[in-house]
């Protein structure tokens, strides 16, 4: 018998999905995670483990592989060559060692060497320097070697803040995550604590029912709310084990499995600031200001030396050169014809129009720079406004509910002494038990609101999660 259409797509999605959890779980193949998992520990695995961190990492690695190479002054190199020359008249083999070096420091100045210290048939031996160093165009700071270490440097620095940045965001996750996780199981808690409210009710009105002393509907009333509370117990139970999923997810090790998780929502927000300092150290700690004060330095920097461009260029020039005028079967001396040059070289730019259009593209990419800086601390402003403001709520609605759970308790206490008392029906127990377990569940999400909300307030401001974590 042949399978329906809907049947092998069902079956698809059914392989499809069990190779993505066998694609996951291999992916934290060699990474333990404990069976009982602080926030500190989660943190440092999330960290230790993270591609985008990770790659970060190795681009600063890089960055700084650049500015060495940037800094050095001096480069070497050696080699020979050998061969057969062949005319009309004769053939004869020949060969050369030759070397060179070049230097360039940050003034501008440069100067090159070389040589060939052995050859053989009519290659000559031969020896070169020369030697350059700007007066007006291209000095100091303004020359090529100068402005490539400065743009080595500005790039790592960049790179260095971006590896920062990227292990606040994970740890940020990492922590919203695992407050999540811990708030779902306090819930499945709460859930479960419901379950035993209203089977406890149940029994009571089963009992009085074969007593005689209620009606059938209270039967019927309690064990409907028994049902509903499993079946909420339930959904609770699958949404604590998706939120552990989360984490293990965001931490990047150990999908699947189900570490207990030892840490528990603090009770109170740490102490925050006024908003107006919150914003002033936002705006001083904040990576993403110092990126931008790194890019307008390097556009400063290209704007001056598009500038410089206009200036008369002259150059203080000296040279040698020095050949062995006699090559023999073996030549080894470097000296036989020499002549050497001192002098100065000047020049005039007299077409500027690429000049101009340089010099003003560095001037509009400088504007355009400063405009986005001030946008990015309008930016961070209006995070910290949220971010305070969430907070803010969070604390209003943690002291509401907090009343309303003394409220709720009383409210049930009441309603259990009013059944036994036969004063009233089950239904005012099982509506307070309802009214108690919605208030308990909320005051668990609005505690770790709360925290999350102070949580989420000092990344605005740029404070270090890490050391948050650690405390």
């Not at 030697?131 to 500005?154: C, F, M, N, V, Y």
């Not at 993403?288 to 206009?310: C, G, H, N, P, T």
């Not at 036994?420 to 770790?448: F, K, M």
């Amino acid at each position: 018998m042949s399978c329906p259409r809907v049947c092998l797509r069902t079956r698809a999605r059914v392989v499809f999905a069990l190779l993505v959890i066998v694609s996951m779980s291999a992916a934290g193949v060699g990474a333990d995670v404990p069976a009982r998992l602080s926030l500190a520990d989660a943190v440092t695995l999330a960290l230790g483990v993270n591609a985008n961190l990770k790659q970060s990492e190795q681009d600063y690695e890089t960055a700084l592989s650049r500015l060495r190479v940037a800094g050095l002054q001096t480069s070497f190199e050696v080699g020979g060559e050998a061969g057969q020359e062949r005319t009309p008249d004769e053939s004869q083999l020949f060969s050369r060692a030759f070397g060179s070096m070049s230097y360039e420091n940050l003034l501008g100045t440069k100067a090159s060497l070389d040589v060939s210290p052995v050859s053989t048939g009519d290659e000559n031996n031969y020896l070169r320097i020369s030697l350059r160093h700007p007066l007006t165009q291209g000095r100091g700071l303004l020359s090529e070697k100068a402005d490539i270490l400065a743009g080595a440097r500005s790039f790592a620095s960049v790179r260095n803040k971006e590896v920062y940045l990227t292990r606040q965001a994970k740890t940020l996750e990492v922590i919203e995550r695992y407050y999540q996780a811990v708030l779902s199981r306090e819930q499945v808690k709460v859930q479960q604590k419901a379950v035993d409210i209203a089977e406890e009710a149940a029994d009571g009105a089963h009992k009085r029912a074969d007593a005689g002393l209620v009606a059938g509907i209270e039967v019927s009333r309690a064990d409907i709310r028994v049902a509903q509370t499993k079946d909420e117990l339930n959904l609770r139970t699958q949404a604590a084990r998706g939120a552990l999923d989360r984490l293990t997810l965001a931490i990047g090790v150990g999908v699947g499995e189900t570490p207990e998780l030892t840490d528990t929502v603090p009770e109170t927000a740490s102490d925050t600031p006024g908003l107006t300092d919150a914003i002033g150290t936002a705006l001083k700690n904040r990576l993403e200001m110092a990126v931008y004060d790194v890019r307008l330095s390097d556009q400063a920097r290209r704007l001056a030396i598009a500038k410089d461009q206009f200036r008369s260029g002259v150059d203080v020039v000296a040279g040698f050169s020095s050949a062995d005028s006699e090559p023999g079967a073996i030549s080894t001396s470097l000296f036989g014809e020499s002549s050497s040059n001192v002098g100065v070289e000047v020049r005039i730019p007299l077409d500027k129009r690429i000049l101009r259009e340089d010099r003003d593209t560095a001037e509009r990419d400088a504007d355009v720079l400063r405009r986005l800086r001030l946008h990015q601390m309008e930016e961070i402003a209006e995070q910290v406004r949220r971010a305070y403001l969430d907070l803010e709520e969070a604390k209003t609605s943690l002291g509401i509910l907090t009343d309303n759970k003394k409220v709720a308790d009383d409210n049930l206490r009441m309603a259990k002494r009013m059944v036994d008392a036969g004063l009233v029906s089950n239904r005012e127990i099982l509506e307070a038990q309802e009214a108690l377990t919605r208030v308990e569940n909320g005051l668990l999400s609005a505690r770790t609101d709360l925290y999350l909300a102070g949580l989420n307030l000092k990344y605005a401001m740029g404070e270090d999660l890490t050391t948050v974590v650690s405390r």
